[in-house]
């Protein structure tokens, strides 16, 4: 690719006539890009880089999260926190923390761990397997099908239960294990098996 680049001729001179520019053509040389760092999943693991996840040997950016989406992951993290503390069942809800599945470095957008899982030293950069509970909030550039297939994923590390909130359908999908369920936006959402009695509207989460 070239670069045109104006060169007035006798630019020295005071000429009553103004004279056309002299053209002269240069290669343009291309901005150098900054190399890829590859790292492992277990360097990732020890720092994981912010809004980062490590998928398949490569790190991959959260992106795409809209007003919606940031406010449904909102409403969520305090429900579940807020329950949590009412019903004395302990525990922390936590988002965007980092934790390892079976195949990945995973940042789940939503998550709730149960008071036996907590470190003893109340601190960690991630967690060692899939949290027990999780909820990933799809954004205009999340496909259906990988979300379901990263569900999939963390049901097959540890996690017990899976919710997948849809904002712009008003949609929410729950798997505690063994299947699927929708629940629409005129409907009651309940955990089906780590939060034992959680319920809230899906109109309160979506809205």
């Given at each position: 690719m070239t670069a045109t680049i104006i060169i007035p001729k006798n630019a020295d001179q005071n000429l009553d006539t103004e004279l056309p520019p002299k053209l002269e053509n240069t290669a343009e040389?291309?901005?150098?890009?900054?190399?890829?760092k590859v790292i492992s999943l277990e360097e990732f693991l020890v720092k994981p880089p912010d809004r980062m996840e490590w998928v398949d040997g490569n790190l991959l950016e959260k992106t795409g999260m809209t007003f919606k989406h940031g406010l449904a992951q909102s409403k969520l993290s305090t429900s579940w926190r807020n329950y949590k503390n009412s019903s004395g069942q302990g525990g922390e809800v936590v988002t965007e923390v980092v934790c390892r599945t079976n195949k990945q470095g995973r940042r789940p957008d939503v998550a709730y761990i149960t008071p036996e899982l907590l470190p003893q030293s109340g601190n960690f950069t991630a967690f060692s397997q899939s949290f027990p509970l999780i909820a990933e909030v799809a954004s205009p550039e999340d496909s259906g099908e990988e979300l379901f297939a990263k569900a999939?994923?963390?049901?097959?590390?540890?996690?017990?239960?899976v919710w997948l909130l849809f904002p712009e359908a008003r949609l929410i999908f729950v798997n505690a294990g063994q299947r699927w369920r929708l629940f629409n936006g005129d409907e009651v959402v309940n955990s089906q098996s780590v939060l034992?009695?959680?319920?809230?509207?899906?109109?309160e989460l979506l809205a």
């Amino acid at each position: 690719m070239t670069a045109t680049i104006i060169i007035p001729k006798n630019a020295d001179q005071n000429l009553d006539t103004e004279l056309p520019p002299k053209l002269e053509n240069t290669a343009e040389i291309p901005p150098q890009s900054e190399p890829k760092k590859v790292i492992s999943l277990e360097e990732f693991l020890v720092k994981p880089p912010d809004r980062m996840e490590w998928v398949d040997g490569n790190l991959l950016e959260k992106t795409g999260m809209t007003f919606k989406h940031g406010l449904a992951q909102s409403k969520l993290s305090t429900s579940w926190r807020n329950y949590k503390n009412s019903s004395g069942q302990g525990g922390e809800v936590v988002t965007e923390v980092v934790c390892r599945t079976n195949k990945q470095g995973r940042r789940p957008d939503v998550a709730y761990i149960t008071p036996e899982l907590l470190p003893q030293s109340g601190n960690f950069t991630a967690f060692s397997q899939s949290f027990p509970l999780i909820a990933e909030v799809a954004s205009p550039e999340d496909s259906g099908e990988e979300l379901f297939a990263k569900a999939q994923e963390y049901l097959e590390s540890g996690c017990l239960e899976v919710w997948l909130l849809f904002p712009e359908a008003r949609l929410i999908f729950v798997n505690a294990g063994q299947r699927w369920r929708l629940f629409n936006g005129d409907e009651v959402v309940n955990s089906q098996s780590v939060l034992a009695g959680f319920s809230v509207a899906v109109s309160e989460l979506l809205a």
